[in-house]
Each structure stands twice: as structure tokens, then as C-alpha cells.
């Protein structure tokens, strides 16, 4: 059922078997697991995550390459509620751990928030992450051109760049040996920094040796019309012809509400999991982007079929035996 501010007291008197913090590839292939298995489960959204910004799924089995990431959010949703999952828009704002129980707070409307309460045995974090993307005064600039012919995702878009003269953009030295990975499609990439990081006398000079040209001024505009990228003006005027790009710039993590549970294993900002994507706290699993691993959809797909099926297991096994009794 689809819940809003209207209708959450049906909500707040269930204590349910899962709560699952985002509805992306992830959230949702989990709750549509835990539905199926008979499991009450509540899915938090706070929209237009890192799936819905996905211009075109280009490599999951059994989608056409041109899928967007908004379609399989639809059906993924439609699929959920007919399952009948719990399904609210609002930001997860803090879990906690109450001995048996989490208690999951969560912002409900911008205006006139609600700040609801709900409880659960589990929790499944699948709240993902976002790329960061170059800041241009003119940010419909950046958006013309991002995840259509500028990507952020060298494993799910490579392919799309192959021996197209390509800007790798980065905000720290660091990053700037994306380059050498990007380089198995294609090898001519013109570094820029945006003016945000300085690179070192040895980092300059391999580079050089891979004949990458440098860019350190500030970016004023990417040039190119209908998504398709045909250079960048740097603020200093240089014009630089390239019609892909890789934005290499980092992520934030959307796991500010995790904070407060004491012991979790994280690496950086990802949680550790186990084969079963449990983390070190016996019923909070965590998946997809968010959790250690690769950052793809069928990854996070695969995520939620295994956290869904662990607790299933352990939740029947303490239930007592059906018996067939007339
Ligand atoms: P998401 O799908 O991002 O889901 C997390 C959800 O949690 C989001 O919907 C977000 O709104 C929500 N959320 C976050 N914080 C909160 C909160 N506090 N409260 C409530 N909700 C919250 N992958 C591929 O496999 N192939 C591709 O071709 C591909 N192309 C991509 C192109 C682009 C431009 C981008 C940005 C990504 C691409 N990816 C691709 C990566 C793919 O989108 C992710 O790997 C995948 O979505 C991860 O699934 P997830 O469930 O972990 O996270
Ligand atoms: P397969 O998809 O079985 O691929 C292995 C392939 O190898 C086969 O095509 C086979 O012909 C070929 N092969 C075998 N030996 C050789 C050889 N020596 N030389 C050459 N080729 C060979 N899963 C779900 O997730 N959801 C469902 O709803 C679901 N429903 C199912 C319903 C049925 C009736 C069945 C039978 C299975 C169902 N499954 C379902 C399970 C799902 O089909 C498997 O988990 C999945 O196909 C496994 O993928 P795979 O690549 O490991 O194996």
C-alpha cells in the first residue's frame, strides 16, 4: 500500500518484519523477495536517488541497453505494491537499535514535515550514493550533459567511450589515475582538475608519458547540443574538443542515519557485509552501492535476493511448525 502523511497510523501501530531505508534497484528487489516469502516489509523513499538519474541501464540481462533507470523504478514499485509492500515517500533521518526492535525516524513532506516513528526487526540499508558532479554557476549545463554522453560510471558506460576523445574530470590528484584504467577504451583523455586539487611533479610527468594532456583552470561550460557533448570552454578560454566524458569526482553516501548504531564495520563510507550482505549487526543488512562491492544494479539486485532470503530463513526457523490441522 502506498502511504503518505494521510495514512501512516496504520503504519506506526505494525511492528514489521523489515524496514527497507530506500527503494532503488536494491530496496526494491529486496522488498519484492520479502513479500514474496510473507514477510511485512516497509519501503522508505526520498526520491530521485542515484537509479532514477540512470539515463539508460546499458548492461543488465534481459533489458534492452536503452532502459532507464525510471522504468525499472515504476515496475519495480508497481511489482512491490502488488505484493502488497508498504511503500512511503520521506528521507530516513536516523535508526536506532532498541534492544529487539529498530525504531526508524523518518522526515515525511517538505512543508509541514511529520516525523514518524517505525519499528521493525530488521533493517536493511539501501540507500546507496551519489556522484558528485563538477558545481558550474549554470548547473543545467552539467545536467544537459550528465549520464547521457558525460558519465560517471566507467564499468556500466567504458563501452560508450571507446577511442572518443574523452575529458576525465577529478577534484584530486588521486583520481587522476582513473585515466589509466580508462585507457583500456580509449587513450585520448585530457585531464581537467576544474581548478579544485593541485598534482604533484611525478603525476605530472606520467601523464606526459602517456601524452594526457593537463588542465587546471576552472571549467566554464560543456558545448554540444541534445545531450551529445562536443567540447568544454575552460575559464581561461582554452577550448577543448572531446564529445564523451568521465566525471571522477567521488560520491557522497546517503548513510548519515546508520550513524548512531555503534559497532558497524565500515570501510570508508561503506558498510562490510558478509556473503549474505549482513553487516556486523546480526539484523541490519546492507546492499548495493552502499554496501563494499561493485556499484552496479545487478549487483544490487542480486543484494536484495540474498539479505530478503537470509532473514527468511532465520525468522521461519523460529516460527513454530504449521501443522495441518483440521
Ligand atoms: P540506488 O538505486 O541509488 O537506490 C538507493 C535509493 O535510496 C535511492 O532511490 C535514494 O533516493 C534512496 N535514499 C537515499 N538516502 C535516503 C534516505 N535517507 N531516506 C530514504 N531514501 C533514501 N549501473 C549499471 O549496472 N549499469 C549502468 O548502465 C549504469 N549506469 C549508470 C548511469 C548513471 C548516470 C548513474 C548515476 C549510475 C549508473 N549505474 C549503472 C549505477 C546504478 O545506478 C547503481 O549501481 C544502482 O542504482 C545501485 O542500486 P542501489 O539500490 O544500491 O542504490
Ligand atoms: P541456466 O540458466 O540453467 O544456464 C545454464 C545453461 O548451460 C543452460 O542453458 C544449459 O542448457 C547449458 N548447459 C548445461 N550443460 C552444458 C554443457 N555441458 N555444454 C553446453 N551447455 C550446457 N529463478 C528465479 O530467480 N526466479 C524464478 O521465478 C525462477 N523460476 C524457475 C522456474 C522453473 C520451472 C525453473 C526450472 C527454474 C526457475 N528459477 C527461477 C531458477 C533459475 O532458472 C536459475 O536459478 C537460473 O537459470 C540459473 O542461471 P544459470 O546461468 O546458473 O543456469
Not at 512543508?111 to 517505525?118: E, G, H, Q, T
Not at 590528484?173 to 582538475?193: C, H
Not at 560543456?222 to 568544454?232: A, D, I, K, P
Not at 562490510?272 to 550482505?277: F, N, R, S, V, Y
Request: hydrophobic share 40%; charged share 20%; aromatic share 10%.
Amino acid at each position: 500500500m502506498k502511504l503518505s502523511s494521510k495514512n501512516l497510523e496504520v503504519a506506526l501501530n505494525k511492528t514489521y518484519d523489515v524496514i527497507v531505508a530506500g527503494g532503488g534497484a536494491g530496496g526494491l528487489s529486496a522488498a519484492i523477495y520479502l513479500a514474496r516469502y510473507g514477510l511485512s516489509c516497509l519501503v522508505v523513499e526520498k526520491g530521485k536517488g542515484r537509479s532514477f538519474w540512470m539515463q539508460d541501464l546499458r548492461n543488465y540481462l534481459g533489458l534492452a541497453p536503452t532502459t532507464p533507470g525510471r522504468d525499472l523504478l515504476q515496475q519495480g514499485l508497481e511489482h512491490a505494491l502488488s505484493l502488497g509492500v508498504d511503500y512511503l515517500r520521506g528521507f530516513v533521518e536516523e535508526a536506532r537499535d532498541e534492544g529487539d526492535l529498530f525504531a526508524v525516524k523518518v522526515k515525511v513532506g517538505k512543508a509541514n514535515s511529520l516525523y514518524p516513528i517505525f519499528h521493525s526487526k530488521y533493517l536493511i540499508a539501501a540507500t546507496g550514493i551519489i556522484d558528485h558532479l563538477p558545481q558550474l554557476p549554470d548547473m543545467q549545463n552539467v545536467y544537459d550533459y550528465a549520464g547521457y554522453s558525460l558519465h560517471v560510471c566507467l564499468i556500466c558506460d567504458g563501452y560508450e567511450m571507446r577511442d572518443q576523445k574523452a575529458v576525465l574530470i577529478v577534484n584530486s590528484e588521486s583520481q587522476i589515475n582513473t585515466a589509466f584504467v580508462l585507457n583500456w577504451f580509449t587513450p585520448y583523455i585530457s585531464v581537467l582538475t576544474h581548478g579544485l586539487c593541485s598534482v604533484g611533479p611525478a603525476m605530472r610527468e606520467k601523464l606526459a608519458e602517456h601524452g594526457y594532456p593537463l588542465y587546471e583552470a576552472p571549467i566554464r561550460r560543456f558545448c554540444g547540443e541534445n545531450h551529445q557533448l562536443s567540447g568544454v570552454e575552460l575559464e581561461d578560454g582554452t577550448h577543448i574538443e572531446a564529445t564523451t566524458g568521465l566525471v571522477a569526482m567521488g560520491s557522497r553516501y546517503h548513510n548519515a542515519y546508520l550513524k548512531g548504531i555503534p559497532d558497524l564495520n565500515w570501510q570508508g563510507e561503506n558498510l562490510l557485509t558478509d556473503e549474505w550482505c549482513r553487516t556486523s549487526h546480526p539484523r541490519l543488512f546492507a546492499l548495493g552501492d552502499l554496501k563494499q562491492g561493485l556499484n552496479q544494479v545487478s549487483i544490487a539486485v542480486a543484494d536484495g535476493t540474498l539479505a530478503a532470503t537470509a532473514i527468511w530463513r532465520e525468522i521461519r526457523r523460529a516460527a513454530p511448525p504449521r501443522k495441518w490441522v483440521e
